[in-house]
C-alpha cells in the first residue's frame, strides 16, 4: 500500500537537493508578464525579484518579445559560439552608440560565456595576465559568484565553503561601512600594507568591488570611497575591477552603477539584464591597452548567445536611447525609499536600517530570522521577495525598472503587512 500522505512531486523524487528559491517559494510558476508571474492554478504574484535582477524590464516585455520572435521565425542564427553573426553586430553597433560613447567609455566588449561569474573569472584572469601578478584584492561581504575564482573573492563563509578547496590568492579588506572602519581614512590600512615591505602582503594585480552589494545585504557605497579607491588603484599600478553584473544595466539609475561616482573602472563584469529578457548573456568590458589575449586563449561553447543579442539590442533601443529610464528609475527609487523609512518607523526597535540605490533596497532586522519570516509571509500574500546578507537578516528589494507607481503601492503595502504580522 501507497503510504499516507502527499504523493512527492516529480520536483522532490528526481531534482537534486540543491534547489533552493522553490523551497522559498512553493508553488508552480507557469506565466509572466511585466511584474507579475501566474503559478498553474491561476494565482498572480506580484515579483519585486525580477529573477535576482536578470529582468529589469519585467517579464516577457512586449517590445523585447516581438524582435525575438521575428529573429526566431526567419531562422537567425541561434547558436554561434564567437563566430561574426548579424545579431552579434547589431548588439556592439548599439551597445557602441547608445552606452559607450555617450559616457566615453574605452572600453573593448569580450563574450565570456553566458552568465556572471564566467564575467568575473575572465576579470580576475585578464588582470593577471596583464599585472603578471596573481594576488586580488576583494572586500568583505562582497559576492561575485559560485565557480572557483569567483568564490575566492567572495566574503559569505557559507557560499565560501562548498568550494571543497582552499581558495588562494586573494586578500580582502573592509567594505565601505564596515563595522570598525575608518570612514575618513578608509584606505590608510591597506595603504599601509601595500607600501610595508614588512606586512606580507604580495602586491595585487587588481581589486575588485561592488558598489552596490546585492547579496551581501544591500551595502552602498560612497562616491567619495570608490574615487578613494579607483586613486589608491592608480597610484599602485592595480587595475579597478567594477562587478556590475547585478547593480547594472540601470538598476541603481546610470546604466552602470558606477557613473555617479564618476570613476572609469578598468575592468567591468555585466551579467543579468544585460540580455533584457532573462537570456544567457554575460559581459567583460575593459580598456583597448588591457586587451593581450591570445585568438582563443579564454573560450566557451555558448559564449555567444544569438537570441540574446537580439534582445539585449530591443532592450538597448527601447530604454537607453534617451535618460527617461534612469530619471523615472530615481523618482520610482525615491518612492520606494519613503516607503520603507515609513515601515521602519512603525517598529523602530525591529528594524535597523533601511538602505538602497535606484531600485535596489533593503531592509535590516534586528532579529536575525525574522527577514526569512517576512518573506515567507510575503509569499502568503502572494508577493515575491528574497532576503540577502551574511545571515539573511536583510529583507531585498529589486523590483523590475518598468514597475508602475501602483504596482510599488501594493508591494510597500503587502510589505508593511507582512512585517506587521511577523513583529
Not at 507579475?36 to 524590464?57: I, K, M, R, V
Not at 516577457?60 to 564567437?82: F, M
Not at 604580495?202 to 579607491?229: F, K, S, Y
Request: aromatic share 8%; net charge negative.
Amino acid at each position: 500500500m501507497r503510504p499516507a500522505g502527499p504523493v512527492p512531486s516529480i520536483f522532490e523524487t528526481l531534482e537534486s537537493e540543491v534547489r533552493g528559491y522553490c523551497r522559498g517559494w512553493p508553488t508552480v510558476f507557469d506565466q509572466a508578464r511585466g511584474s507579475h508571474l501566474t503559478d498553474e492554478d491561476g494565482h498572480s504574484y506580484l515579483d519585486f525579484f525580477a529573477g535576482a535582477g536578470s529582468l529589469n524590464y519585467g517579464h516577457n516585455n512586449p517590445v523585447l518579445k516581438r524582435a525575438l520572435l521575428d529573429y526566431l521565425e526567419r531562422d537567425g542564427i541561434t547558436h554561434g559560439l564567437d563566430m561574426s553573426t548579424t545579431a552579434k553586430r547589431r548588439f556592439l553597433e548599439t551597445f557602441r552608440d547608445l552606452v559607450l560613447a555617450p559616457r566615453g567609455l574605452p572600453y573593448k566588449v569580450m563574450f565570456p560565456g553566458p552568465t556572471g561569474t564566467n564575467a568575473v573569472e575572465a576579470a580576475l584572469k585578464l588582470a593577471r595576465k596583464v599585472k603578471k601578478r596573481p594576488q586580488v584584492v576583494s572586500f568583505t561581504n562582497g559576492f561575485h559568484g559560485m565557480s572557483l575564482g569567483s568564490l575566492a573573492v567572495t566574503g559569505n563563509a557559507r557560499k565560501r565553503d562548498g568550494a571543497g578547496v582552499p581558495l588562494v590568492h586573494t586578500t580582502p579588506m573592509p567594505f565601505d561601512g564596515y563595522p570598525g572602519a575608518d570612514a575618513a581614512e578608509p584606505f590608510a590600512f591597506f595603504e599601509q600594507l601595500l607600501t610595508d615591505e614588512g606586512s606580507g602582503l604580495d602586491h595585487p594585480a587588481a581589486a575588485i568591488v561592488e558598489t552596490v552589494q546585492g547579496e551581501g545585504g544591500i551595502n552602498v557605497a560612497r562616491p567619495e570611497w570608490l574615487r578613494a579607491l579607483a586613486e589608491l588603484c592608480r597610484r599602485h599600478d592595480m587595475l579597478l575591477i567594477v562587478d556590475d553584473i547585478q547593480m547594472g544595466c540601470g538598476r541603481t539609475g546610470g546604466f552602470f552603477s558606477f557613473e555617479e561616482a564618476g570613476i572609469v573602472p578598468d575592468i567591468v563584469t555585466v551579467s543579468k539584464s544585460i540580455s533584457g529578457y532573462g537570456l544567457p548573456m554575460s559581459l567583460c568590458l575593459f580598456r583597448e591597452e588591457l586587451d593581450i589575449w591570445e585568438p582563443g586563449e579564454h573560450n566557451g561553447t555558448f559564449r555567444g548567445n544569438n537570441p540574446a543579442f537580439v534582445s539585449a539590442t530591443a532592450a538597448l533601443k527601447a530604454y537607453w536611447a534617451d535618460g527617461e529610464l534612469e530619471k523615472q528609475t530615481r523618482v520610482k527609487g525615491e518612492h520606494l525609499r519613503a516607503g520603507l523609512l515609513a515601515i521602519a518607523a512603525e517598529h523602530p526597535d525591529a528594524i535597523v536600517a533601511v538602505r538602497g540605490r535606484g531600485l535596489a533596497w533593503g531592509m535590516e532586522m534586528r532579529e536575525k530570522d525574522a527577514a526569512n519570516r517576512v518573506a515567507r509571509r510575503a509569499f502568503d500574500h502572494r508577493f515575491l521577495i528574497e532576503t540577502s546578507g551574511p545571515q539573511s537578516e536583510v529583507v531585498k528589494l529589486l523590483p523590475p525598472l518598468t514597475v508602475s507607481a501602483e504596482e510599488l503601492d501594493e508591494g510597500l503595502r503587502l510589505l508593511a503587512r507582512s512585517v506587521r504580522e511577523c513583529l
